[in-house]
């Protein structure tokens, strides 16, 4: 494999976890909430499926565990900030503290403890020839296979649905939304913990397919960068994914440079997905200056019928 | 949608079937109740003891008694002279971050960069040991403080100046800041600066006397209390008294009367996020010259983080930040402490993120009034 195939193909696995954190985020935000949880979230769903599947050993249970702890973390953020109409960036700052922690408690057992393969290659042998189709696609697992039916179908599902149509009236006007007779607190709650459970699937895959080892805190600031990836995303599925692979690439081509011999201190290598995070969104706001962010309006406000404050 | 008040009415007025089956299925409903702007201090208590019940949850599930963990903490932090001096020890970085985010996020500026702008404080002092080391006491603590604010003040001024001039959600670049802050004092101590008598250990060589901060009799209580009390002061006077502080709690309770009244929101900002990472730098260079003497790799167990909650529990007042520091100093103590219990000290980061729901939700819950429906 050549230098760019090889990038390609770390981008992406590494983007893959970003991947499902930017679609969660992305349903989570069109809605109207903000959350600022996802680091926690990722964690959260990391540590959960490395201990069900080290006492298990079925990868259908690990996801199933994964899948309810976002929901019940998710719903404990619709609570907060739905019903309770709580100032969501904190709501989310807390999800991560709480998850952060939580996360580092349950996990302590199992530190370092290194997971066996959890989730089957999808071997498509046809392809081993191809040039740079199959070194990508030849042997992907499940999981990124997954990943790209959540980006077809979330961009259905939000640009060519009816449900869909009412989540992005929701998130853009939401007394609008529910003189149209749509449930807005429902359809919230609905998205929350739907987004959430995918963030935390996120977490999985970073920790099943990724880097296989449960350490403390080991998103490292991952679940930040998805949420900056919604915003480069401009709140679009499609955009998600080259987004989320470009990333993918920041975070690996540190890496890539170390192993060809470079001099520079991998401290510094290691800064990259960081720096790259900050100046693409300072060309983005210097580029859309002008122009609407993209962001769904009634973000970060909460809806009151019938009583505005 | 046109009516502003809050009646029922209202309600069926715009979606009448709705509204009647809601009433007819509950008797009362909840609201909120605008004229309800704070709520009660003792809800902030309510909320800090709901917290703990919640998280003695998770001690019993991991087979300990939850009352044995409190108590445990409690009398590790508390009750000791030894345990007081360093719960004191640990409120003062505490302070110093909590003032520094109260002071951004009084204008809504969510810095949440404090942990970097903590490190680049520290890098910055330990930068003055390692290329002034021969200055007397009296010239390299101001010059560490020097450096210390100015490092702060640029890594803030990095969160600012992407807000003020490209519209940069300042969440994002200040908590990207802070894996480049930690990245860089993790380079430095397992670098260039790395003690060549230390058996390797990722640290600086250890201070000298004349780099170390004064500390009272033979505790671990050192100067740096009194820096964080100075900045308290100035906080509380600034705020309450000076026009600038008044333009700041403009800007904070209302932005858009603050620029019609021709208040340059964009420089405040920028000063305001100077000051604050100022502020954590202080902090950065108080540990590194009165606690730990040596610039080191994990020199902060997530003091950065932790001051946004000490900030939030006290509502960004001056006397309340005194307070929640020190309580928080308590926990982070208590935390080592229960480590004899085999529990891990990452307990208190729990802690912290389950405080912090409970007290935005009690916030928000003693703003609501029941009433009857119909």
């Known amino acids: ?309 | 949608m046109t009516e502003p008040t809050s009646t029922a009415s209202g309600a069926i007025a715009l979606d009448g079937e709705t509204a009647a089956r809601t009433r007819k299925r509950f008797p009362f409903r909840l609201e909120i109740d605008p004229s309800r702007k704070e709520s009660p201090w003792w809800m902030t208590i309510v909320s800090v003891v709901l917290a703990l019940l919640a998280c003695a949850i998770f001690f019993a599930a991991n087979g300990k008694n939850p009352w044995a963990v409190y108590e445990k903490m409690w009398t590790g932090a508390f009750t000791t002279s030894f345990g007081i001096t360093e719960t004191l020890v640990k409120a003062i970085p505490l302070l110093l971050c909590g003032l520094g985010v109260s002071i951004a996020y009084r204008i809504s500026v969510w810095n949440i960069g404090a942990e970097g702008q903590f490190a680049a404080g520290a890098i910055a002092a330990a930068a003055v040991t390692i290329y002034f080391p021969h200055l007397p006491l009296y010239a390299t603590i101001p010059l560490m403080l020097v450096f210390a604010i100015a490092a702060g003040g640029i890594w803030g001024a990095l969160t600012a100046l992407p807000k003020t001039y490209f519209q940069v959600n300042e969440l994002i670049t200040s908590l990207m800041l802070n894996y480049v802050a930690l990245l860089l004092l993790d380079y430095l101590v397992f670098g260039p600066w790395k003690d060549p008598k230390g058996f390797n250990f990722p640290g600086t060589p250890m201070f000298t006397a004349s780099q170390s901060l004064p500390v009272l009799g033979d505790t671990r209580l050192h100067l740096g209390l009194i820096f964080a009390l100075i900045a308290v002061a100035l906080y509380a006077f600034v705020i309450r008294f000076t026009r600038w502080g008044y333009e700041l709690r403009l800007i904070g309770a209302n932005p858009e009367a603050a620029r019609n009244a021709g208040i340059h929101i964009k420089r405040h900002i920028l000063i305001v996020m100077i000051m604050s990472g100022a502020l954590a730098g202080v902090a950065g260079m108080s540990e590194v010259s009165g606690v730990t003497h040596r610039l080191m790799d994990g020199i902060s167990p997530g003091y950065g983080y932790t001051a946004i909650i000490v900030a939030w529990i006290a509502k960004l007042h001056p006397v309340g930040l005194v307070i929640s520091s020190v309580l928080f100093g308590g926990l982070i103590v208590g935390g080592y402490s229960v480590q004899t219990m085999g529990l891990p000290s990452s307990i208190s980061n729990m802690l912290q993120g389950a405080i912090l729901f409970f007290l935005i939700a009690g916030n928000m819950i003693s703003k609501f009034r029941l009433s009857r429906n119909g």
């Open chain 1, 1 to 309: 494999m050549d230098f760019i195939t090889q990038l390609l193909v770390a981008a992406l696995s590494s983007g893959t976890p970003l991947l499902f954190a930017t679609l969660g985020g992305i349903l989570i935000e069109r809605s109207g909430i903000i959350q600022l949880g996802a680091e926690g979230l990722m964690l959260m769903g990391a540590v959960v499926a490395a201990i069900t599947f080290i006492h298990t050993g079925s990868l259908g249970l690990t996801l199933l565990a994964v899948v309810a702890i976002g929901a019940a973390l998710g719903w404990v953020h619709s609570f907060l900030t739905v019903t309770l109409r709580t100032n969501q960036i904190v709501s989310g700052l807390a999800m991560t503290l709480f998850g952060t922690g939580l996360s580092a408690y349950i996990g302590k057992s199992i530190t370092g403890i290194p997971i066996p393969r959890a989730v089957p290659k999808v071997n498509l042998d046809f392809l081993d020839g191809v040039p740079v189709l199959g070194p990508l696609f030849a042997h992907l697992d499940l999981l990124t296979w997954i990943s790209f039916a959540l980006v077809i179908a979330a961009h259905l599902f939000i640009h060519r649905t009816s449900w869909g149509l009412h989540l992005r009236a929701l998130g853009d006007n939401p007394p609008t939304a529910d003189v149209m007779g749509i449930p807005v607190q429902l359809f919230r709650y609905g998205c929350v913990i739907a987004g959430s459970m995918l963030i935390g699937l996120a977490g999985a895959d970073m920790l099943l397919v990724y880097s296989p080892t449960w350490i403390e805190g080991m998103t490292a600031g991952r679940g930040w960068i998805a949420v900056a990836l919604i915003i480069f995303a401009r709140w679009n599925p499609l955009r998600a994914m080259f987004c989320a692979y470009f990333f993918g690439m920041m975070d690996t081509i540190g890496f890539k440079i170390q192993l060809i011999g470079s001099a520079i201190p991998s401290y510094f290598l290691k800064m990259i997905p960081y720096i790259v995070t900050i100046l693409v969104l300072m060309y983005l706001g210097y580029r859309n200056r002008n122009k609407p962010s993209g962001s769904p309006e009634a973000l970060g406000t909460p809806y009151i019928r019938e009583q505005r404050f």
